[in-house]
């Protein structure tokens, strides 16, 4: 970048100083700024299906991102976290005038992303707007399978993981404490074989669903804040009508556990409702109460949600949904564990199929004991 660009930026706002590694903003939550890179790198990251973050891309001096948070005031689409020291401007609607008159090659090159990203989002809208109509989803209610009375308090979240601010809810508009996992510093301890990744002093499928403790809004931490007006009437009646009569009549009565498991039921409920198409965050929430479901030896109810998952996840892959290859060869590994635990085995080779056209050796590895698994019981019966 020129000095003299950089000097017009530093007018514009005062620079903003990041140490490699820190979280410049979190998937998820909501922004009202974009960012120029002065000097430093920043790495823009994805969740990837088991909770891992994935970088899709590495910007460099000259470069932005955060755009759209200016304009929408919704929630980010990726982690943006410095991989070296680092040094931005934040551009907001406050100051946006001055760059755009500052800055014209920059802000030129921002509102030709800006344009691409407004037609995806219209697709987006087009498409849940699709599927919701004249569609019937159940009301909210727990699955006959699930037994309350498990006696499991939330596990100890270490500080250090745990990114904690204050946010207004997008239903009721009244301010709590949200809490972002920051995953890039998470201690892997180990990665099961249906690619479950266990951590060290941090469990974050206790986080990967947020709720208003006043209205009772629940949702994946991605979708949270993520809703339109259109998502918004509906969801406020869904929370009012349906959900905030049972929650209340169960908060006091119930484990930590059982009222996790509830708040899951409701981001599915939720999203049922307003995200139909979107097979691989329903199975994702599916499959993490699975997981849950396992630890506390609750095994009906973890091959209930795995049934729920496969279906989602079956979904997902047959009718290429997933765009992402190590979203699509994870999720093709967890779900033939899955349908191994339903009793499914004759459909497991089709996906290992999937998770062979990865290059990871840990999916590779896991695949091929399944695909060892399935050949010993083929032989055998």
């Known amino acids: 970048m020129r000095q003299e660009t950089i000097e017009q930026l530093q007018k514009i706002s005062k620079p ?30 994805i969740t990837s299906a088991i909770g891992t973050l994935v970088k899709v891309a590495e910007i460099g001096s000259g470069d932005f991102f955060g755009e759209m948070a200016i304009f929408d005031n919704l929630a980010r689409s990726a982690s943006c976290i410095a991989l070296e020291d680092t040094i931005v401007v934040a551009v907001t609607k406050d100051n946006l005038q001055m760059f755009l008159e500052t800055c014209p090659e920059i802000a030129k090159k921002m509102l030709e992303n800006m344009s691409g990203r407004i037609r995806k989002l219209d697709e987006q809208l087009y498409k849940n707007n699709r599927f919701v109509k004249n569609r ?75 709720s208003c403790p006043r209205c009772y809004y629940t949702n994946h931490y991605l979708r ?58 329903l199975g994702v929430l599916w499959r993490n109460i ?42 093709a590994v967890s779900l033939a564990v899955m349908l191994i635990n339903c009793g499914e085995y004759a459909q497991v080779p089709k996906y290992l199929e999937i998770a062979f056209e990865s290059t990871d050796e840990r999916i590779l590895h896991n695949a091929q004991v399944i695909k060892n698994h399935i050949e010993q019981k083929n032989q055998s019966s």
């Open 290 to 331: 699975y997981w849950l479901s396992k630890d506390a030896n609750d095994i009906a109810f973890a091959k209930y949600c795995a049934i729920k998952a496969s279906e989602k996840f079956k979904q997902a892959l047959d009718e290429n949904q997933i765009n992402d290859s190590i979203n699509r060869v994870t999720t």
């Open 136 to 210: 019937h989803v159940p009301k909210f209610a727990f699955p006959a399978e699930f037994k309350t009375g498990h006696i499991i308090r939330k596990p100890y979240q270490m500080p250090m993981y745990i990114n904690e601010y204050k946010q207004a809810c997008p239903i009721c508009g009244k301010a709590f404490s949200v809490m972002d996992i920051k995953r890039n510093i998470l201690e892997e301890k180990s990665f099961e074989l249906d690619c479950r990744v266990i951590y060290t002093g941090c469990n974050p499928l206790w986080n990967e669903v947020i």
């Open 16 to 45: 903003k100083y990041f140490l490699k590694s820190e979280y410049i903003c979190f998937e998820g939550q909501l922004g009202n700024e974009m960012y120029i890179v002065l000097t430093g790198a920043v790495g823009i990251f």
């Open 224 to 281: 949270f804040f993520a809703i339109n007006n259109f998502e918004y009437e509906l969801i406020k009646e869904l929370v009012y009508k349906e959900h905030k009569p049972i929650v209340e009549a169960r908060l006091e009565k119930r484990s930590d556990f059982d009222i996790l498991i509830m708040k899951y039921l409701q981001a599915i409920n939720i999203n049922e409702h307003v995200n139909p198409g979107d097979n691989t965050l």
